[in-house]
């Protein structure tokens, strides 16, 4: 791009006209592409590859700014940075997404049959599957695009299968009956993970279980009565007195009348309930496993849809679990075996895709065995080779891994990783990369037929190896050497053991085959981790505090808001709302914050484009090195501040303080550069100095003015790009290319920062009394001042051009600290008293019956805000932020109030 003028500079930013201008540009020109280069050190990201069904959310918008402000930082600061794309497949979420628009058509895909099914979510996928994509476009997202991967992508498909079967031939991959937790609608197993536990007021049902041969009970309680017809044991704690006789007996199990043993284990607890329980093994975990230590016979009474199968008596089956439930209580009432029934809250397992009630159910599934797993991917976490960031998230990683259970690792559905393993009539099985592959290990021709698993792999089957499979593996080439270990993954606290902990795993179980950067093996730890850095996102709630959802109606479209506030004041605003580890709490109408942080850049961008036009004319300036001549206080100290900003920047974001740099960016733009310096330098610009030196500063300032973009452009890059294509010729270059600035200590100078403090708290003590008093603009007024250190004397002497110009001061006069100024105003700057001579300046009465008339209204104002806070119906009550808002003007009237009796009281004494 070539230098502009400042007349195409707008008056207004308009975010609309720059955004899609630049984020073309930046594509076109390859400008996120990253490739193997030894001249450079790698930084690597891999998105959270978000599901093909997915928009934008908040969450998104929070996460993926996070990854791109750290991507566009690393880049400038000349690493080969490299942010992966990519999406998932979402199998459940996207089979159902397919069946609800087949269901509209009406037909399903048992009738379409699986291979023409699977074109159809090709074609949707197709057609849906990237909106995501584009909508992260908006954002201003800088990934390599080129890279963009999918993880049914052939490559990612083969990597999936050769992981599934170096498991499965480790004997780290196994088949077996387990209970698993079993969604009725979508006919599959889901992981733990997968279940999302809800408390639930139920009920809890007391049955009497009559004891063979005696006329004695065993008295149950259960929440899920209808399991009791799968029941095959009752069970006491070994050392519960109260009915160790009863162990070894036969209960009788009404309405069925099997006869199931007394057992004894220590499971049981012998405070739940009557202290006995009932043993169903084919439809509780807990009872699965108790039934294994005892031999207990697993009875089966559910269909795939959780209705009756004929393992029950004949009344009940074909009904609903849940009818079967209201039935079966009723008949149990009827035939005197229901003791009694209490309200009870317990947690119920719902599937975190479609809300069904999880049923325990007792089927054939594939499973990873993870402790081997898990212990080294433990370890690097305890070691510090991988850092969480907060850190408190390391003990819930420890506590997963060090309870983690095997992993159900098979869905039975249609759209996803199909199982590699085959089947020959004889019932043996292998796990084979082809059909051809599977006959060579079973030692079978090609007369006999193989039939391969139906079922698919659970979808985090793949994303656990998002951060080798995105690369290549197992192909051992140059990528995957260079940009793995990667660098920080940004991901939310949710997905810790669904997605973290197993990436862990298994970058570090399958990576140590491969070549390093330097081409020898990897061995050690820290080459071996799929990351260094994990940042756990906050999440986003309403100013409610309410978690965003779609039912509350209180998540607003991100892209409405690109909308109106522009992609860089979402991007900023939400930034700056989030502290490390803790929620944000987000409306749109905060993006205002944003916003007017980019029309404030945007004002000084064009007042000092307007006077360069005026000093120098059109010819481009250099703005590579920093011109040195004809400093002053205000160039020393804006070049001290400017460093000790890129410093503090620099650190913050090393250590993950993202709305840290944020604040930063903003304390030192907004505050430093355009309240004070750029109105320091107009006194330059507009005052007599030479043509030379005006350039000279005009330059310096525009200098200033492109580092601090360039510090700015991670957080907000469209604003930044379009000013500083305007500073000067670029010839092609972008600032998201341009050198990061370091913060050099040469130009820090704590003395420069105090000295221009201390004129900055003058100026602005005199502004106020300049207002309090109602001094009208037009008036120069004169200062005295009584400092408190011979410094101050000396600063007040060298800079009190700044202090006549900005504050309107015709003299400013050291006075000794035992004469007080007749009919005055005063205020007290760092120890300094600083006084406005009044006399000449205001109508003495006229003012004092304005200020008595303020006070009489402020102290009103006191009084019913007082009253407003006092009343309980009000306080306890009102929303919180409503109430606190009160409290706040309650402080700033009474604040008011009193300055104004000061005021009063001196011109009282005055008269």
Same mark, same amino acid.
């Given at each position: ?90 199998? #459940? ?26 074109? %159809? ?25 080129? &890279? ?36 009725? $609608? ?37 929440? %899920? ?13 070994? +050392? ?17 009348? %099997? ?28 009872? $699965?496993?108790?039934?294994? &230590? ?27 679990? $849940? ?13 005197? $075996? ?40 433990? +370890? ?5 080779? #991988? ?25 039975? #559905? ?24 599977? &006959? ?334 109602? #001094? ?136």
């Amino acid at each position: 791009m070539t230098e502009q003028s400042h007349n195409d500079l707008s008056k207004i930013y308009n975010p609309l006209e720059v955004e899609d201008k630049w984020y073309a540009y930046w594509e076109s020109h390859r400008l996120f592409h990253a490739s193997v280069n030894k001249q450079r050190l790698p930084y690597t990201i891999v998105i959270p590859p978000p599901n093909i069904t997915g928009i934008l959310t908040m969450g998104h918008v929070l996460n993926n700014t996070i990854q791109d402000i750290l991507i566009r930082w690393k880049r400038m600061q000349g690493y080969e940075a490299c942010w992966i794309p990519g999406t998932d497949h979402a199998g #459940i979420a996207t089979q159902n997404a397919v069946e609800k628009a087949l269901a509209r058509e009406g037909t399903n895909r048992h009738q379409l049959g699986r291979e023409e099914f699977l074109d %159809r979510v090709w074609e949707w996928k197709k057609e849906y599957g990237n909106t995501i994509v584009r909508q992260l476009r908006k954002l201003g997202v800088s990934c390599d695009w080129e &890279r963009e991967r999918f993880t049914m992508d052939q490559g990612l498909s083969e990597a999936v299968k050769e992981v599934f079967i170096r498991l499965f031939d480790k004997g780290l991959v196994y088949r077996g009956k387990y209970i698993v937790n079993w969604c009725p $609608f979508h006919h599959t197993a889901l992981s733990d993970d997968e279940v999302d536990h809800l408390e639930t007021q139920g009920s809890l049902w007391h049955v009497r279980y009559p004891i063979e041969g005696t006329d004695q009970h065993a008295v149950v309680a259960t929440t %899920r009565p209808e399991t009791m017809l799968g029941d095959t044991a009752v069970a006491v704690n070994p +050392r519960d007195e109260r009915y160790k006789h009863l162990i070894g007996e036969t209960a009788i199990l009404p309405i069925v009348g %099997r006869k199931i043993p007394i057992i004894a284990d220590d499971f049981v607890d012998s405070e739940f309930g009557t202290g006995m329980v009932k043993v169903t093994p084919a439809h509780d975990p807990n009872d $699965f496993l108790m039934g294994q &230590r005892h031999g207990l016979p697993q009875v089966n009474i559910f269909t795939e849809e959780a209705k009756l199968n004929d393992s029950v008596p004949p009344q009940y089956v074909g009904m609903d679990r $849940f009818e079967c439930r209201k039935l079966l209580a009723k008949d149990l009432e009827e035939q005197g $075996f229901l003791v009694k029934v209490e309200q009870h809250a317990h947690n119920v397992g719902r599937c975190y895709r479609c809300n069904t009630v999880v049923e325990p159910y007792l089927s054939d599934q594939w499973f990873v065995k993870m402790r081997p797993l898990a212990e080294p991917a433990l +370890r690097v976490v305890q070691e510090g080779k #991988i850092r969480f960031h907060p850190e408190r998230w390391t003990k819930v990683y420890e506590h997963w891994m060090t309870n983690i259970r095997d992993w159900c690792i098979s869905r039975q #559905i249609w759209w996803g990783h199909r199982i590699p393993v085959y089947y020959a009539p004889d019932g043996s099985f292998v796990a084979a990369r082809n059909e051809q592959e599977a &006959r060579q290990k079973l030692g079978i021709g090609g007369n006999v037929s193989l039939t391969q698993d139906e079922h698919v792999l659970d979808t985090w089957f793949s994303s656990w190896l998002w951060p080798f499979s995105i690369l290549g593996w197992p192909e051992n080439n140059e990528d995957l050497r260079y940009f793995n270990p990667t660098d920080t993954l940004v991901t939310g606290p949710d997905i810790i053991f669904f997605w973290v902990a197993r990436m862990v795993m298994a970058n570090l179980e399958f990576m140590r085959d491969m070549q390093g950067s330097d081409g020898s093996p990897r061995r050690k730890d820290e080459d071996l981790v799929p990351f260094r850095d994990v940042y756990f996102t906050s999440i986003i709630r309403d100013a409610q505090g309410r978690k965003m959802s779609k039912s509350l109606g209180n998540s607003p479209d991100p892209l409405d808001v690109i909308q109106e506030y522009g992609a860089d004041g979402l991007r900023f605003t939400v930034t700056y709302l989030a502290p490390l580890g803790q929620d944000v709490l987000f409306s749109a109408d905060k993006c205002e914050l944003g916003r007017n942080f980019a029309n404030k850049i945007w004002n000084a961008g064009r007042f000092l484009l307007m006077n360069r036009k005026e000093i120098t004319g059109s010819k481009p300036l250099d703005l590579e090195g920093l011109p040195e001549e004809h400093l002053d206080l205000a160039d020393r100290w804006i070049l001290s501040r400017l460093n000790h900003a890129a410093r503090d920047f620099n650190r913050a974001l090393s250590e993950f303080q993202i709305n840290e740099s944020n604040k930063i960016l903003y304390e030192f733009i907004w505050r430093d550069f355009c309240d004070w310096y750029v109105e320091l330098v107009k006194t330059r610009f507009y005052g007599d100095e030479s043509p030379e030196t005006k350039k000279t500063v005009l330059t310096r300032a525009l200098w200033i003015f492109d580092r601090a973009l360039r510090m700015l452009h991670p957080h907000m890059p469209f604003v930044t790009e379009e000013l500083w294509q305007h500073l000067t010729e670029r010839n092609g270059a972008s600032i998201m290319r341009a050198a990061f600035p370091a913060g050099e200590a040469k130009w820090i100078n704590e003395q420069t920062e105090s000295e221009m403090a201390f004129v900055q708290n003058v100026i602005n003590a005199v502004r106020n009394i300049r207002g309090e008093n109602n #001094i009208p603009p037009s008036k120069e007024i004169r200062v005295y001042m009584k400092p408190a250190i011979a410094d101050q004397e000396a600063v007040a002497e060298q800079y009190q051009g700044y202090l006549r110009k900005l504050g309107r001061v015709e003299k400013i006069e050291v006075i000794p600290s035992d004469y007080k100024p007749r009919l005055s105003a005063s205020s007290i700057v760092d120890g300094a008293e600083i006084s406005v001579l009044l006399e000449g300046l205001i109508d003495i009465e006229a003012e004092k019956k304005r200020i008595e008339k303020e006070i009489v209204r402020l102290r009103q104002s006191v009084g019913s805000t007082t009253a407003k806070l006092s009343n309980p119906s009000f306080a306890d009550r009102a929303p919180k932020e409503i109430v606190a808002r009160e409290r706040e003007k309650l402080e700033n009237f009474k604040l008011s109030l009193q300055k104004l009796e000061t005021n009063l009281a001196a011109l009282v004494e005055a008269s």
